[in-house]
Each structure stands twice: as C-alpha cells, then as structure tokens.
T-cell receptor, first 113, second 110 residues
C-alpha cells in the first residue's frame, strides 16, 4: 500500500519570501509523483510531475520540486512567492503500472503582503 | 480514510455503453467535484456541484453529465462510451475549500 504525508497543513509566508512545502511518501514499489494546486473557487491544476529522469522538476508559475528517493520525499519549492500563490497544494503518488493515484491531505499556502 | 466513498472501484464495459459512477461525500460536505485522471494529462476537472446545484464546469464532454441529490451524494453519467474514456475517475468533497478525495473508480472501455 502507498501513503502520502504532507507534514504542514498550513504554511504562512510573506510575499517575496522563499517557501518549501513538504511531501513524503511511503511505497514498496516505484512511483510517479505529482503536485497539484487548487486556487480559491477553482478545480485542481497540475503544477508539475516526476515520471523519470532528472530529479529536479520544474513546473508552472516558478515552482520546482526535487525527488529524493532515499528520503522518499518530493518537496515543492519556490524562491519568491506572490500573493497570487495563495492556494491549497496537494502532493500525490501513482505506483508504476497501476491506475492508482493517492493524494496527501493538502497544504494551505497563505501569502501575506 | 478520507470519508469520501466511490463505487464501484472498477468498471469494465464496452464502447457505446452507458455507465454511472457514484460518490458519497464526507458527512457535512456540501460540494462535490468530479475529476478524470490520466497519466498523460494528469487530473482534469470535470464538474462541481454545491448543495444540489451545478457550481462550476470544466472539461466535461457533452456525453457526460452529473447530478447531486438531496442527500448530497452525486452521480457521474458517462454515455456513448469510447475507448479514450478509459481512465480513473475521482470524486472529491469539500467544505471551506479543503478537498478530500475518494479512492476513485477505474473505468475500462473495451
């Protein structure tokens, strides 16, 4: 079985500061990894995904994430956040050769001026 | 356990057929969202209902429809099925924008 842990339910940060949203997963098999964002009053959007290759993945809106296999982590980072980044962020994993997608519980990023 | 229940877990059917996917939201959640998941495109938002009323529409085909009943459970109806409709369909429920996902229904169209 797989599980996804997002360690912080809320992350408050000031505008232009860097941010890291943490995601750890547990799986006995290899997985694909995803970050999704939900802006207020909208559905989920894909931020970035790791399928294979370089462990540093760049996504939309200046976000990036690094896959660390030894630490089973896929933390999301942005060097300088904007007010418009205020949203709920979900980490998710999909085991190879399955049709499963397992979500974390989400992290609310609140950016203050 | 997120508290969101989706049935069935797996569904196998043929092209041209019609199926109904069911979602029971978490107790007290008024909003229900439907998503279609594929590895290529990720999670695609289909439609949202809030307390029985359609709230938002995403990339939902005309062959698909949904509704939310007075007891707040929701059904997603997929008709004239095509091979490309094979996917994992997720339901999520929320109150105050915090989303909780069901485990999905895997639809295979043969």
């Amino acid at each position: 079985a797989q599980s996804v842990t997002q360690l912080d339910s809320q992350v408050p940060v000031f505008e232009e500061a860097p941010v890291e949203l943490r995601c750890n997963y547990s799986s006995s098999v290899s997985v694909y990894l995803f970050w999704y964002v939900q802006y207020p009053n909208q559905g989920l959007q894909l931020l970035l995904k790791y399928l294979s290759g370089s462990t540093l993945v760049k996504g939309i809106n200046g976000f990036e994430a690094e896959f660390n296999k030894s630490q089973t982590s896929f933390h999301l980072r942005k060097p300088s956040v904007h007010i418009s980044d205020t949203a709920e962020y979900f980490c998710a994993v999909s085991p190879y050769n399955t049709d499963k997608l397992i979500f974390g519980t989400g992290t609310r990023l609140q950016v203050f001026p | 356990d997120s508290g969101v229940t989706q049935t069935p877990k797996h569904l196998i059917t043929a092209t041209g057929q019609r199926v109904t996917l069911r979602c029971s939201p978490r107790s007290g959640d008024l909003s229900v969202y439907w998503y279609q998941q594929s590895l290529d495109q990720g999670l695609q938002f289909l439609i949202q209902y809030y307390n029985g009323e359609e709230r938002a529409k995403g990339n939902i085909l005309e062959r698909f429809s949904a509704q939310q009943f007075p007891d707040l459970h929701s059904e997603l109806n997929l008709s004239s099925l095509e091979l490309g409709d094979s996917a994992l369909y997720f339901c999520a429920s929320s109150t105050n924008e915090k989303l909780f996902f069901g485990s999905g229904t895997q639809l295979s169209v043969l």
